[in-house]
């Protein structure tokens, strides 16, 4: 009989400290609340157990990273391979030293934005309307009411698929919207920024100008999964969304929202599929009636359960 991964990674790996889970539900961890398990689930201890696990990791076993969960579709069949979760105080604290801030990517957007604030920089008030955490702001150059990680990044630290640490200049992660050229098998596990000094009580404000738009217009109260496409050049998504006559379109479950049409809402029984599908079908709707095709913004994760009964 084959070894589990689980126990394989335990055999090979015998001084991980971390939390390491076959078989380990997914779903309660994503903002949409669908999906099927991961194979294994890691949460490791600090960088050095995270390294410790990559080092001793089979070549051909797939690594995928999750955050918080708020810009994340994991598919209905799960997740093969580990899945890496980081958490706790080793990837969770900001330390701030004059005008910039080591953060941890575990570390919510909301909550960088408010410690900037309260030690009077500005510069990162945007996070604050980012329902991510710095991993992803990092991977994806997330940005929000003007401002975007680019602007603030002096540079980040990560592990590669090795175990190997890495260090990564402003220029070296290859910033564009909504990207980076950072290698793919790079965990980020902190990252340094910058702000300028400026008046507490004005960033804050600035910070509930920022929430006050957010919750205007984005149907934060839904189990959603924050801005579902990237705009195009030139153009704003939910317009051609809009255009296309998707606001309010179901499929099963899932809906565009009436509110923003350039979020998909789980509006109680939706499956990963019921999502994804809604999505693509908003896209060939899309493409349809404009020439033109979205990028998703949101991360599509693991197999459909089709593949697993195959």
Same mark, same amino acid.
């Given at each position: 009989?084959?070894?589990?991964?689980?126990?394989?990674?335990?055999?090979?790996?015998?001084?991980?400290?971390?939390?390491?889970?076959?078989?380990?539900?997914?779903?309660?961890?994503?903002?949409?609340?669908?999906?099927?398990?991961?194979?294994?689930?890691?949460?490791?201890?600090?960088?050095?157990?995270?390294?410790?696990?990559?080092?001793?990791?089979?070549?051909?076993?797939?690594?995928?990273?999750?955050?918080?969960?708020?810009?994340?579709?994991?598919?209905?069949?799960?997740?093969?391979?580990? /899945?890496?979760?980081?958490?706790?105080?080793?990837?969770?604290?900001?330390?701030?030293?004059?005008?910039?801030?080591?953060?941890?990517?575990?570390?919510?957007?909301?909550?960088?934005?408010?410690?900037?604030?309260?030690?009077?920089?500005?510069?990162?008030?945007?996070?604050?309307?980012?329902?991510?955490?710095?991993?992803?702001?990092?991977?994806?150059?997330?940005?929000?009411?003007?401002?975007?990680?680019?602007?603030?990044?002096?540079?980040?630290?990560?592990?590669?698929?090795?175990?190997?640490?890495?260090?990564?200049?402003?220029?070296?992660?290859?910033?564009?919207?909504?990207?980076?050229?950072?290698?793919?098998?790079?965990? *980020?596990?902190?990252?340094?920024?910058?702000?300028?000094?400026?008046?507490?009580?004005?960033?804050?404000?600035?910070?509930?100008?920022?929430?006050?738009?957010?919750?205007?217009?984005?149907?934060?109260?839904?189990?959603?999964?924050?801005?579902?496409?990237?705009?195009?050049?030139?153009?704003?998504?939910?317009?051609? /969304?809009?255009?296309?006559?998707?606001?309010?379109?179901?499929?099963?479950?899932?809906?565009?929202?009436?509110?923003?049409?350039? *979020?998909?809402?789980?509006?109680?029984?939706?499956?990963?599929?019921?999502?994804?599908?809604?999505?693509?079908?908003?896209?060939?709707? /899309?493409?349809?009636?404009?020439?033109?095709?979205?990028?998703?913004?949101?991360?599509?994760?693991?197999?459909?359960?089709?593949?697993?009964?195959?």
């Amino acid at each position: 009989m084959t070894a589990s991964l689980h126990d394989r990674i335990r055999a090979a790996a015998p001084a991980l400290r971390g939390r390491l889970l076959a078989d380990q539900p997914l779903a309660d961890l994503t903002w949409f609340r669908v999906g099927g398990p991961a194979e294994v689930l890691f949460t490791p201890a600090d960088e050095e157990d995270l390294a410790h696990l990559l080092a001793a990791l089979e070549p051909d076993v797939p690594v995928t990273v999750i955050g918080l969960g708020s810009n994340l579709i994991v598919r209905d069949g799960g997740v093969p391979g580990v /899945v890496i979760r980081l958490g706790g105080k080793a990837f969770g604290g900001i330390a701030i030293d004059g005008e910039t801030l080591q953060v941890g990517t575990a570390v919510p957007d909301m909550r960088l934005a408010k410690a900037a604030a309260e030690a009077g920089l500005d510069g990162l008030a945007f996070y604050r309307g980012i329902p991510g955490s710095i991993g992803g702001a990092l991977r994806m150059n997330a940005g929000a009411h003007g401002g975007e990680t680019t602007d603030v990044l002096v540079e980040a630290h990560g592990i590669d698929r090795t175990g190997a640490l890495r260090r990564f200049s402003h220029a070296e992660m290859g910033f564009s919207y909504r990207h980076s050229d950072a290698p793919e098998d790079v965990i *980020f596990t902190r990252a340094l920024f910058r702000g300028t000094p400026g008046d507490r009580a004005a960033i804050e404000a600035e910070m509930e100008r920022v929430t006050a738009a957010r919750e205007a217009a984005q149907p934060i109260r839904e189990r959603t999964g924050g801005s579902t496409f990237a705009n195009p050049e030139g153009g704003k998504a939910w317009q051609l /969304v809009d255009a296309a006559g998707c606001r309010g379109l179901t499929r099963g479950g899932a809906q565009v929202s009436p509110m923003h049409c350039n *979020f998909l809402i789980n509006t109680g029984g939706a499956t990963a599929a019921d999502i994804e599908g809604l999505g693509e079908e908003v896209r060939r709707r /899309v493409r349809e009636t404009s020439g033109v095709t979205l990028r998703w913004e949101i991360r599509r994760i693991g197999v459909d359960s089709a593949a697993v009964s195959q």
